[in-house]
């Protein structure tokens, strides 16, 4: 269930173990997957949608035995012989596995119908027509997508309004540190950031502030982040209070710890679970070494459904569990990947390895204002630290353990932060030389 970037992902790596068994996809846009990032880094540079079966070369009209593309799930009936899905048409579909990847729908909070968002390539489309040079565009949120399209807009000439109740951009993806070292971003792209702006009322040409000050514009956006499309799952399976489905290391439907509020979805017998996988936006996955992870990256859609396959066919054995107790069983490690988003926003290039949290101590390797250009490159190490339990080396310096680490504007350091990040073990580093943006970041490794 799904036709993006998961479930193609899903469909190409059956065929790829050699599953010769019936394969149906069911999507809800008619049109075949697509990627998303494009939507919005390439909204005014790409005219259409870049398809996977290019991108990728994955082509789910060929590898699925049925691509039904605009005939979505509506409703799952998970057996403890079979599952069966009905379809919006009608069709019932039975299975021996069904797989969800049924991706995210952006939020849009009552009362904010006039807004427009950017998540699918129709709204793309419908932006893109409508952002000429000179117009106005009011943008709520300063996340991701907020800050790419205001950058994008900007450089369009479009005079740009970006309101942000937070006090500082991504300050929930990054903290309010590291957040506020972007802000002057915007200014800097010529695009108008107000933060600490709590919107009260937004109509198709205008949002109105707490403060009561109106902000007028020609289009109002509504780039307030994404939640997963499981809404109608409720009462069918377990989902926790952001809608998303938890799912262990393979992407096997967990069963609820605690008894789950929405009705059945609580005493679902083990067996009708173990036919339920989900990949992708809609899923929040266990790692081994950041714990559980919430979909929402392209990089998990990406790599997720190749382990999730793996474990349906029966190629790895007891893929779930933790990689000590493969090695003590003496099975072969699964290949695990730190969570990881990327974005190009308002002329900069950003990556995200692993789960920042406002509990972690925020170090720097370079300086995070950019230098003189404003574009100098710079590593920000959330650090996990227990207070007044500082442990050091015999040099006296001081030792931590990585939780994420953000790099901007510096290509060369991605490469190698990523393979540290993708180990199967938590990162410990002594911070002395990690923060010494002379020393190379794996020569820091404890
Ligand atoms: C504008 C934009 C920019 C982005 N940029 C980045 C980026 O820079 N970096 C990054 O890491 N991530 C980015 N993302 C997020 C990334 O695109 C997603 O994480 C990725 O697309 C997830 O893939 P998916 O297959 O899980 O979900 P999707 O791509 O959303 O695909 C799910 C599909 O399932 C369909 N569907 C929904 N319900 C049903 C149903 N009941 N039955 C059948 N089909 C259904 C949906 O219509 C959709 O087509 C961006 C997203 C957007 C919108």
């Excluded at 540190?177 to 933060?195: I, K, N, P, S």
């Excluded at 509504?222 to 069918?236: E, I, S």
């Excluded at 990949?279 to 996955?285: E, I, L, Q, S």
């Amino acid at each position: 269930m799904g036709a993006g970037l998961a479930g193609a992902q899903t469909v190409a790596a059956l065929r790829a173990h050699g599953f010769t068994g019936r394969v149906t996809i069911l999507g809800a846009e008619g049109v075949p997957p697509y990627d998303r990032p494009p939507l919005s880094k390439e909204l005014l540079t790409r005219p259409g949608p870049a398809w996977l079966t290019e991108e990728i070369g994955v082509d789910v009209t060929v590898l699925a035995d049925e691509a039904l593309l605009d005939d979505p799930a509506v409703d799952l009936e998970p057996g403890t012989g079979s599952v069966t899905v009905t379809t919006r048409s009608g069709r019932r579909v039975t299975a021996d596995v069904a797989v969800l990847a049924l991706g995210s729908e952006p939020v849009r909070p009552p009362g904010w119908e006039a807004a427009l968002t950017l998540h699918t390539a129709d709204d793309a489309a419908h932006l893109r027509e409508r952002l000429t040079p000179g117009t106005r565009l009011v943008s709520i949120g300063a996340g991701w997508i907020g800050a790419e399209i205001a950058g994008v807009a900007s450089r369009a000439g479009c005079e740009v309004t970006v309101l942000e109740a937070a006090q500082t951009p991504l300050e929930r993806q990054l903290g309010a540190e590291v957040g506020g070292h972007l802000a002057r971003w915007y200014a800097d792209a010529g695009a108008h950031l107000l933060t600490g702006a709590q919107v009260t009322e937004v109509g198709a040409r205008s949002v109105v502030l707490a403060d009561g000050r109106t902000i007028e514009g020609d289009l109002v956006l509504a780039a307030v982040g994404a939640r997963p499309a499981t809404a109608w799952l409720k009462g069918t399976l377990p989902l926790d209070p952001r809608g998303s489905i938890r799912v262990n290391s393979a992407g096997r439907v967990a069963p609820p710890t605690v008894a789950a509020p929405s009705g059945t979805s609580g005493h679902l017998p083990l067996k009708a679970l173990r036919r339920l996988y989900a990949v992708g936006d809609c899923a929040t996955r266990d790692n081994a070494v950041f714990g559980p992870v919430p979909g929402g990256h392209w990089s998990a859609a990406l790599h997720d459904p190749e382990p999730t396959v793996r474990a349906i066919l029966g190629i790895d054995e007891m893929p779930a569990e933790p990689q000590p107790v493969r090695e003590l069983l003496g099975l072969a490690p699964v290949p695990q990947h730190a969570p990881y988003v990327f974005s190009q926003q308002l002329g900069h290039d950003i990556a995200l390895f692993g789960t920042p949290s406002p509990f972690h101590e925020v170090v720097y390797r370079g300086d995070p204002s950019g230098g003189a250009t404003g574009h100098e490159g710079w590593t920000a190490l959330y650090l996990e630290t227990v207070a007044g339990a500082h442990r050091t080396n015999a040099e006296g310096h001081r030792l931590a353990t990585v939780r994420a680490i953000l790099v901007v504007d510096a290509p060369r350091e991605v490469g190698q932060v990523r393979k540290l990040m993708n180990r199967d073990v938590a990162l410990h580093v002594d911070v002395e030389i990690a923060t010494d943006p002379g020393r190379r970041l794996r020569d820091a490794v404890v």
